[in-house]
């Protein structure tokens, strides 16, 4: 069976400053995040060639 | 908001069964580079590497996915073990030559073709990219794509077409002119607009440099930043 070709990825951190955004058509620039957990990937770097979404979420 | 240390996310995990992938965006750094102002907020990225969609989670659609998954690899580098071990570590590297010769080398059971056809459409897409963004007349896009292209996919046909794409540039007055614009408007774009008169002041610096360059990218990039920006004031 093949196997799915996007992974979700939640990434948790605190909301960022006002900042203006890249939009749809950028490239991603090299993600530093730290200590990824429920995946053998040990660094964003790992995803490359798959499609990733990426989800922002926080708890409280 | 979510200051929390490792303890309190995992516990939120177990509690909430979460089985997704998770890593932490320390200081907000990618948070902040996509702009996220409220959460949930999503951000899809397709198999070049390239922002394919953003937004609520809930607005996500089948043909984002469709879109950006044509041309992914079947599996994850990290699942890449035995005879496509030699692929994977090229790919890591970016060094797109190595990657094709050693994908075909593998056989129908290491999914070779597979495999192949995906690094092969790893190369397509970036050329595809670079000549998207000369197209539309994004230079600084295209000149940064270009030159690491040239590197990435050096020994491959693919990599004259880079080649010739930065050349041009080099070459062509207005391209190196509006380049100044774009790099002009990236530094608007990393300020801080936390107050309100660093928002007004970011507009007005951003309709000054639209009208240094009408009819260029730098127009429409402006455009679109006074849009986001008029949206934070929208926001209070």
Same mark, same amino acid.
Not at chain 1, 12 to 30: D, R
Not at chain 2, 104 to 112: A, Q, R, Y
Not at chain 2, 150 to 179: C, N, R, T, W
């Given at each position: 069976?093949?196997?799915?070709?996007?992974?979700?990825?939640?990434?948790?951190?605190?909301?960022?400053? %006002?900042?203006?955004?890249?939009?749809?058509?950028?490239?991603? %620039?090299?993600?530093?995040l730290a200590d990824f957990t429920q995946t053998p990937a040990k660094s964003f770097e790992d995803f490359q060639g798959r499609a990733v979404l990426i989800e922002f979420f926080a708890f409280w | 908001m979510t200051d929390e240390g490792a303890?309190? &996310?995992?516990?939120?995990?177990?509690?909430?069964?979460?089985?997704?992938?998770?890593?932490?965006?320390?200081?907000?750094?990618?948070?902040?580079?996509?702009?996220?102002?409220?959460?949930?907020?999503?951000?899809?990225?397709?198999?070049?590497? &390239?922002? +394919?969609?953003?937004?609520?989670?809930?607005?996500?659609?089948?043909?984002?996915?469709?879109?950006?998954?044509?041309?992914?690899?079947?599996?994850?580098?990290?699942?890449?073990?035995?005879?496509?071990?030699?692929?994977?570590?090229?790919?890591?590297?970016?060094?797109?030559?190595?990657?094709?010769?050693?994908?075909?080398?593998?056989?129908?059971?290491?999914?070779?073709?597979?495999?192949?056809?995906?690094?092969?459409?790893?190369?397509?897409?970036?050329?595809? &990219?670079?000549?998207?963004?000369?197209?539309?007349?994004?230079?600084?896009?295209?000149?940064?794509?270009?030159?690491?292209?040239?590197?990435?996919?050096?020994?491959?046909?693919? +990599?004259?077409?880079?080649?010739?794409?930065?050349?041009?540039?080099?070459?062509?007055?207005?391209?190196?002119?509006?380049?100044?614009?774009?790099?002009?408007?990236?530094?608007?774009?990393?300020?801080?607009?936390?107050?309100?008169?660093?928002?007004?002041? +970011?507009?007005?610096?951003?309709?000054?440099?639209?009208?240094?360059?009408?009819?260029t990218y730098v127009e429409v990039e402006a455009d679109a930043l006074i849009a986001q920006i008029n949206a934070m004031q929208d926001d209070g």
């Amino acid at each position: 069976m093949r196997a799915k070709t996007w992974i979700p990825a939640l990434v948790l951190g605190l909301l960022a400053t %006002p900042a203006l955004a890249q939009g749809v058509g950028s490239k991603v %620039p090299a993600v530093e995040l730290a200590d990824f957990t429920q995946t053998p990937a040990k660094s964003f770097e790992d995803f490359q060639g798959r499609a990733v979404l990426i989800e922002f979420f926080a708890f409280w | 908001m979510t200051d929390e240390g490792a303890s309190e &996310t995992e516990k939120f995990v177990e509690e909430t069964s979460m089985r997704y992938a998770y890593a932490y965006d320390k200081g907000g750094k990618l948070a902040r580079y996509f702009g996220v102002r409220g959460i949930p907020h999503s951000v899809l990225i397709d198999a070049s590497g &390239t922002v +394919a969609w953003a937004g609520h989670p809930g607005s996500l659609e089948d043909r984002h996915i469709l879109a950006a998954t044509a041309g992914a690899l079947p599996k994850p580098l990290w699942e890449w073990n035995g005879a496509a071990k030699a692929v994977k570590t090229a790919l890591l590297k970016r060094d797109f030559k190595t990657a094709l010769a050693q994908a075909e080398k593998l056989g129908e059971g290491d999914n070779g073709p597979e495999i192949l056809a995906a690094v092969q459409g790893m190369v397509k897409a970036r050329v595809e &990219t670079l000549k998207a963004a000369q197209a539309k007349g994004d230079y600084l896009a295209a000149q940064t794509t270009a030159a690491a292209l040239v590197k990435e996919l050096a020994g491959l046909p693919e +990599a004259a077409e880079a080649s010739a794409i930065a050349a041009a540039i080099k070459a062509d007055p207005k391209a190196l002119e509006v380049i100044k614009g774009q790099q002009k408007l990236a530094k608007i774009r990393g300020r801080d607009l936390t107050k309100r008169k660093d928002r007004v002041e +970011a507009i007005a610096d951003l309709r000054k440099l639209r009208g240094e360059y009408l009819s260029t990218y730098v127009e429409v990039e402006a455009d679109a930043l006074i849009a986001q920006i008029n949206a934070m004031q929208d926001d209070g």
